[in-house]
């Protein structure tokens, strides 16, 4: 089973930006390049909601209506490590997020995946 760990999170003024980072453990990298990965937030009383999600090789990505192009999924399977960069942000976008893995993209797209890390915080602040 892979471990995930976010990092990057903190506060920002809007229009700032930020870079969130997950690493992976727990398996081999070659293991870690087979899963599909994902970034989600979630904020008090609200549901979790998908951000942005990448393919294995980072060959296609799915971004949510709400990022505009804004933020950039990416990842480094060597490294086992997911990116998420993220510019213009507003406070709608003050959040905890999260990294998830799972070996189905069907799951990552029902919000159901297989692993999740523990969040990290984003603050932004108008």
């Known amino acids: 089973q892979v471990q995930l760990v976010e990092s990057g999170g903190g506060s920002v003024q809007a229009g700032g930006s930020l870079r969130l980072s997950c690493v992976g453990s727990g398996v081999q990298w070659y293991t870690y390049a087979y899963y599909y990965m994902g970034w989600f937030r979630q904020t008090p009383g609200k549901e979790r909601e998908a951000v942005a999600l990448i393919y294995t090789s980072g060959e296609a990505a799915w971004y949510a209506d709400f990022v505009q192009g804004r933020f950039t999924i990416s990842r480094d399977n060597p490294k086992m490590t997911l990116y998420l960069q993220m510019g213009r942000l507003t406070p709608d976008d003050t959040a905890m997020y999260y990294c998830?893995?799972?070996?189905?993209?069907?799951?990552?797209?029902?919000?159901?995946?297989?692993?999740w890390g523990q969040g990290t915080q984003v603050v932004v602040s108008s």
């Open positions: 998830a893995a799972d070996a189905n993209f069907s799951n990552l797209q029902a919000g159901v995946p297989s692993f």
